[in-house]
């Protein structure tokens, strides 16, 4: 049955749901990093020399090194005597953190020696997150924000201004923007410190539900939220500093417990029980990049960690190892659309004065179409409804809009699918 929906828009979207360390190869798929196996990889940290990997959630824990952006790993050390929950990389000197009271270690020669790293810092601080600005290392605990000037020297407490509701909430999760810091303390929102944590003042947002933050990542100087409404997430993106925020996505993202979300650039990547989620504008569209990934779970792929490294994309699983894959591959509009993915093709490309967007669905769906340009920005809705099951076909005006570069993004119950238009008039 063919159905025709008229005046339609272009919309830009990846969307990313994967779990494990996996790479990208010419077939667009993950590729399982050598030299962890089949373990569980539950912290990443990277500095342009090098990335750590911990995990096991056994104690002691093991810890890896990679010298090429994840793909290859060496077995350091299999004797820290921690659970590894967080990670960072300081040039040559690695920083691992415990979920539990076992507090810090750290390594000045790349993970081949550690020692104990918890002067100052109360032993029920089990550690939510962590961040490095410079040689500084700041600490997301139970007990608030710790800082140490560098791995090995005594913690200090960041506490002045922020409450932790009460309720034992710990900061779980904090990005930086030069020295400006932000913080969650759930359930609370999203605190800022322009000392470098010496003081927090709580940031409120008319636009934004900052109390329902669940991650945070910055780029540059934008600052995006990833906010939940109970059900679903939505990314919220500002570039003053937190006083004022844009809603970015035009369709809310299905997560399980996002446990990781990183931007470089316009290149944004949440990890999380559901997979991985990707977009490269910014936010505005969301694309999922589950080709070649195993399964941790009889549920389903479950991604605990993820890192930007070079080019790559690497990320950590339960019980899956370690996998990575090429941005430029997760930024191809074409990719995962094997093995009966949903597809969607353009009958004219460039176009002047009308194309179609043609597509086939297993089963009736409801059906978003959405025009977002070159900017990510989002123009317009153009449809909004039902589509039958089999072939369906979209006419789009060209005419209404400016020459330029677009991306159709068509969302739909069985997954999306984005073509780039280009519009010559």
Do not use: C
Request: no cysteine; charged share 10%.
């Amino acid at each position: 049955m063919k159905s025709l929906i008229r005046n339609l828009i272009f919309g830009i979207a990846l969307s990313v749901a994967s779990i494990g360390l996996y790479r990208g190869d010419a077939y667009s798929q993950w590729v399982q990093a050598s030299g962890i196996g089949n373990t569980i990889v539950s912290a990443l940290g990277s500095s342009s020399l090098g990335m750590v990997a911990g995990g096991g959630f056994s104690k002691p824990d093991s810890v890896w090194l990679s010298t090429n952006n994840g793909q290859t790993w060496t077995l350091l050390s299999s004797n820290v005597p921690i659970q590894v929950s967080t990670a960072g990389v300081i040039g040559t000197t690695a920083i691992v953190g415990s979920s539990s009271s076992s507090g810090f270690y750290y390594s000045a020669d790349f993970g081949h020696t550690w020692n104990p790293d918890n002067t100052g810092i109360p032993a029920q601080a089990f550690t939510t997150s962590m961040l490095t600005v410079g040689s500084t290392v700041f600490a997301g605990t139970g007990a608030g924000v710790y800082q140490q000037s560098q791995p090995g020297t005594a913690w200090t407490p960041d506490t002045v201004g922020m409450s932790l509701n009460g309720n034992g909430m710990s900061v779980t999760d904090m990005t930086a923007i030069g020295n400006t810091l932000f913080a969650i303390v759930p359930f609370v929102g999203v605190y800022r410190s322009t000392d470098m944590g010496a003081h927090w003042s709580l940031l409120a947002s008319s636009s934004a539900s900052l109390g329902l933050a669940a991650r945070l990542a910055s780029s540059g100087n934008t600052l995006y939220a990833l906010i939940t409404n109970g059900a679903t997430y939505d990314v919220y993106a500002s570039t003053d500093n937190g006083n004022t925020w844009t809603k970015m996505t035009s369709t809310s993202l299905n997560l399980a417990n996002p446990q990781y979300f990183t931007a470089s650039n316009n290149t944004l990547v949440i990890a999380s029980d559901s997979g991985v989620s990707f977009s490269n504008n910014g936010g505005a569209s969301w694309r999922q990049v589950n080709q070649g990934l195993a399964s941790s779970s009889s549920s389903g792929s479950w991604v605990t960690t993820a890192a930007i490294s070079g080019n790559n994309l690497v990320v950590g699983t339960f019980g899956k190892g370690a996998w990575y894959r090429p941005l430029s591959q997760l930024a191809s509009v074409n990719s995962d659309r094997a093995n009966g993915a949903l597809q969607a093709s353009l009958t004219s490309n460039p176009a002047a004065t009308t194309t179609e967007l043609t597509f086939t669905l297993k089963n009736s769906s409801s059906v978003h179409i959405a025009l977002i340009d070159a900017l990510g920005r989002n123009v317009r809705t153009l449809y909004d409804g039902l589509a039958n099951t089999g072939f369906n076909s979209v006419e789009i005006d060209p005419a209404q809009f400016t020459n330029g570069s677009y991306i159709v993004e068509l969302t739909t119950s069985e997954g999306v699918a984005t073509e780039k238009l280009a519009v010559q008039h």
